[in-house]
């Protein structure tokens, strides 16, 4: 038995490992995934430094230059700040004149009835909703529409102090924790951020790929009908044993390249944004291993039984999709994970076994969480998976493996019983 | 002709037809409107309504000024505490969020003190705040100048390039082409799946000799693509469909929404780049149908390929931040992303003619091309019969063909 559980296990590690597209997919994307998230960082990082009050900031800065068509005749002075910035013009043609020339950025109309109104009107080229820099001028979204509101504050209080106060009030604020965390990791909430955006998509690749691979093997057997030659001399049940085994053997060598990638970069990372290295404990990479574990055999199980119910490869990737469904509200609310570990949403994605896998491993990436509620998880998932993997062993009988009938729904229901 | 006819019409009968088909179809709008409600929950869950609390040292502050803010009825409270001792323990027991210190001398002196127990409060309890403190400061001035310096301005900006103008609503507006983007995605991947097959499985199951004693190849595989092309228009339809009502509805019945209009040029131009891209992707897969054995071996190849059309979802902050950017040009111009790529820009601001247009030119000759190169690998994979071809023969068939 056990020979025959090897030979299955030694030919579809073989079939896959064997494939370019398996060793493209587990180098291309890491890399794609941590570039993107990586860039999207080094981003945010840079707006927000320390240090970086808003006039200090837009001093570093080029300014835009800004042409101002007083309609109101509400503007007596320009504040001395921003006089580069703000080009008093005639009227709204000669403004459009300086425009085309390129001698202003934009131009920006107070009508007649602002006061009353509250209707501005910005006149610009090439426009971006969430460009900066000084084409965006002082338009919504451009970093630089603090220099519009304190134009107007300015000249409507006609006082410079009370006017910066209205602009904005909490200007100075010393906070102050009354009950601090007990683990001070202020400097690693970007790092979190960036664990808690990319983890979740490296558990999601590696739980539905290898578990895909699992059924597409299955699948490729039945379709080729080398099922009906290999059920002569082994057992169904020994068959899925070994091609689970298999398959997660496959699914660890992609673990550990995407791993040891994830590890380099989180310390060059760490490097980049300037702070202390991000490091992950100990225990953690247990608990993660756990997790990948059981909530993989959990994937596999149910892709197993996918595939001995499909009957092509195109019927049997839609079957994927019932699993990818589960997994990707932890994609979506990634920033919930970093912003409020424990809500209640949060919580229940990661305590229920179909999503457990990536939802709690994210969550724990960025918080400390109770270790009942990790014990919970864990052990919902792999009973869960238990569960499954003894029902996939009564899918995997030779009467299904063998049939030519589609998938359908009534299948999934009654195909258990000919395992009895 | 009568032959393409034939075939477009059986393939898309039999496309539209499947269960799997109208499930999905009608799965993805009320996944979104399901997914926007759990969203929509999160958010709401996760908010503290607790009042914000505050110790006005400097005498400046009337708590009943909290009527003059924006939108006070839908705001959360603030309370006054005589002391910071009081205001601590009141954090300290939860009864309110946080507690700001105004110190003697505010505004002139303006460092203001902030308890918390031990997260920060959320931006409500902040912009309440500020609020407030700005009430209070401009109490004196009149009216409609304080309306003024309370609430925002309401800035249109008018882009003389192209005549778009954006408001505040353009926010909003980003969020329909960013979903319309994974909807085209979805229903143009869905059909590539399809298109995959549809060779495929008369391949294997050897169906099409019969069919090609009766057709041309270049028949069958353009029927197969325009049944295929419609049954992805009906999908696309039951979703802009959707999507027009529920702009509609939402305008009506919430907050926010009112000047959210359907942006017709939007659709007009998205609906003048499907057509090329549709037809680019199905030829690329339709000649790799054609060109593999089993459906399985194309499905990996297709995994990968289609990763080239999924690029610029990756590349979504640099589309956003960089419009300038080399690499976002050249994704505006390259024939597999081009169609993503204008989606998603064109909600975030203009773009210019040249790129269009030549952007618009590269995909339509791409697409030709690939038809063309389709055919050619096609009716070289039946000569070839069960034998999968290799990249040589793959460009050989076509050089063949152009010889």
Do not use: C
């Not at chain 1, 994210?362 to 993997?389: C, D, H, K, N």
């Not at chain 2, 505006?332 to 952007?359: C, D, E, H, K, Y």
């Amino acid at each position: 038995m056990m020979h025959n559980i090897w030979l299955v296990i030694k030919h579809d590690v073989g079939v896959v490992l064997r494939q370019r597209s398996f060793w493209i997919l587990a180098f291309v994307m890491p890399v794609i995934l941590i570039l993107s998230q990586g860039y999207m960082l080094l981003q945010e990082n840079r707006s927000d430094e320390p240090g970086g009050g808003e006039a200090e900031e837009a001093a570093g800065l080029e300014l835009p230059t800004v042409g101002l068509v007083d309609e109101a005749g509400l503007i007596a002075a320009i504040p001395p700040e921003l006089s580069a910035v703000f080009v008093p013009m005639s009227d709204a043609a000669a403004a459009a004149d300086a425009l085309q020339a390129g001698e202003i950025d934009q131009y920006l109309v107070i009508p007649v009835d602002y006061v009353s109104t509250g209707d501005l009107e910005i006149y610009t080229e090439n426009f971006q909703l969430f460009g900066g820099g000084p084409e965006a001028g002082v338009a919504p979204n451009s970093g630089n529409d603090w220099m519009l509101e304190h134009l107007l504050s300015y000249n409507m209080v006609r006082d410079p102090d009370l006017a910066a106060a209205v602009q904005s009030p909490l200007s100075s604020v010393r906070e102050q924790v009354l009950a601090p965390p007990e683990e001070g990791d202020e400097g690693q909430g970007a790092m979190a951020a960036l664990v808690a955006g990319i983890l979740p998509y490296v558990y999601y690749f590696l739980l539905i790929m290898g578990s895909s691979y699992l059924m597409r093997v299955v699948v490729a057997e039945k379709e080729n009908r080398t099922a009906e030659m290999l059920l002569m001399r082994v057992d169904a049940r020994q068959m899925m044993i070994g091609k689970i085994i298999a398959m997660s053997f496959v699914t660890l060598v992609q673990f550990i390249i995407w791993i040891a990638g994830g590890l380099l970069f989180l310390d060059r990372g760490a490097e980049l944004l300037g702070g202390a290295s991000f490091t992950l404990p100990p225990i953690f990479v247990v608990w993660a291993l756990l997790f990948l574990i059981f909530g993989y055999l959990l994937f596999a199980a149910v892709m197993a039984m996918a595939g001995t119910l499909a009957n092509d490869a195109r019927q049997g990737g839609q079957m994927v999709w019932l699993l990818i469904i589960p997994l990707m509200p932890t994609l979506m609310f990634a920033q919930a994970f970093v912003e409020e570990p424990h809500s209640p949403l949060v919580v229940g994605l990661s305590l229920f076994p179909f999503s457990a896998p990536t939802a709690m491993v994210t969550r724990m990436a960025v918080a400390e969480v109770p270790t009942w509620q990790i014990l919970l998880s864990l052990a919902g998932v792999a009973l869960t998976s238990y569960l499954f993997i003894l029902l996939a062993a009564r899918f995997f009988s030779a009467g299904n493996l063998l049939s030519g009938e589609g998938f359908s729904w009534r299948r999934l229901a009654t195909g258990w019983k000919q395992g009895n | 002709m009568r032959n393409f006819w034939l075939i477009a019409k059986r393939t898309y009968l039999d496309t539209v037809a499947k269960r799997q088909f109208i499930i999905l179809t009608l799965a993805v709008p009320v996944g979104i409107v399901l997914l926007g409600f759990l969203g929509y929950l999160a958010e709401t869950m996760n908010e503290d309504t607790r009042p914000v609390g505050y110790v006005d040292e400097a005498g400046i502050l009337d708590p009943a000024r909290h009527a003059a803010i924006p939108d006070a009825g839908d705001r959360i409270q603030v309370r006054s505490y005589p002391s910071v001792e009081a205001g601590r323990e009141a954090v300290t027991r939860g009864e309110v969020t946080a507690l700001f210190v105004f110190p003697p001398g505010y505004p002139e002196v303006p460092d203001t003190e902030l308890y918390y127990q031990d997260t920060p409060p959320g931006s409500e309890a902040w912009s309440v705040m500020a609020d407030l403190v700005r009430a209070n400061l401009v109490a004196g001035l009149p009216a409609d100048v304080q309306d003024r310096l309370l609430y925002e301005p309401n800035v249109v900006v008018h882009d003389v390039a192209s005549g778009r103008t954006f408001d505040e609503s353009a926010i909003i507006t980003f969020f329909i082409p960013f979903i319309a983007t994974f909807l085209f995605f979805f229903a143009t991947m869905t059909a590539a799946g399809n298109m995959l097959g549809v060779v495929g499985t008369e391949k294997e199951n050897r169906t099409i000799e019969v069919m090609l004693t009766t057709v041309t190849p270049s028949e069958l595989i353009v029927g197969k693509m325009a049944g295929l092309l419609a049954a992805s228009l009906t999908q696309i339809a039951v979703y802009v469909l959707a999507a027009v009502v529920g702009l509609r509805v939402a305008g009506t019945l919430l907050e926010g929404f009112e000047g959210v209009g359907v942006p017709w040029d939007y659709l007009g131009l998205m609906a003048l780049y499907f057509f090329p891209a549709y037809i680019l992707l199905a030829g690329i897969m339709v000649g790799l149908g054609a060109a593999t054995t089993e459906v399985q071996q194309a499905q990996q190849v297709a995994g990968l390929l289609n990763l080239l059309f999924m690029v610029p979802i990756f590349a979504i902050v640099l589309l956003m931040e960089q419009p300038e950017h080399p690499i976002t040009i050249l994704l505006t111009l390259f024939p597999t992303t081009s169609f993503l790529t204008i989606s998603m820009r064109w909600a975030m601001g203009n773009i210019p003619a040249w790129q269009l247009v030549t952007s618009w030119l590269i995909l339509a000759a791409s697409a030709v091309l690939a038809v063309w190169a389709a055919a050619r690998v096609f009716r070289a994979g039946m000569l070839r019969y069960g034998q999968p071809l290799s990249l040589k023969s793959v460009v050989a068939a076509m050089r063949g063909a152009a010889g």
